[in-house]
């Protein structure tokens, strides 16, 4: 009875990979199919360098959130609870759905996703972002300062 010889009685050394193989081809495909549930976010289109401003010819709804975190509908003052309800009702009657939201820049992030989420849950298709060109807000901090 040899021990390193190839025999029939021999022992085998090589380990078996197939199904180790197998086993990572499954969890694989398990986390390929569950990682995109696990994402939950807003879409948002971001802005890119350069915008054209907001056609005038028609009425648009804006969405505003002062400094304070009180969110208003055009000029009327909504709760965040009940924004999703006023802006179903809203665009109910409305042949777009588009909808801007003008926020101040000291409100959390979380504030505004928050009311985005609800914006989106509204039944919104386009969410636009209001903003202010870089060279006015230069020009408006020269006067401050």
Do not use: C, W
């Amino acid at each position: 009875m040899a021990m390193g010889g190839g025999g029939q009685d021999g022992l085998m050394s090589e380990i078996n990979v197939t199904p180790l193989v197998d086993v990572m081809l499954v969890l694989l495909i398990i986390f390929m199919v569950a990682a995109p549930m696990m994402v939950q976010g807003v879409d948002v289109a971001l802005p890119e360098a350069t915008t054209q401003p907001i056609d005038t010819e028609k009425e648009h709804l804006i969405v505003t959130v002062d400094k304070s975190g009180q969110v208003f509908i055009n000029d009327f003052q909504v709760g965040v609870d009940a924004l999703r309800e006023k802006l179903s009702k809203i665009l109910a009657g409305r042949p777009d759905h588009d909808v801007y939201l003008r926020a101040d820049k000291d409100i959390p992030y979380g504030t505004i996703v928050r009311v985005m989420a609800e914006i989106k849950s509204a039944g919104v298709e386009k969410l636009g972002m209001v903003t202010v060109p870089l060279e006015a807000e230069r020009k408006g901090a020269a006067k401050r300062g």
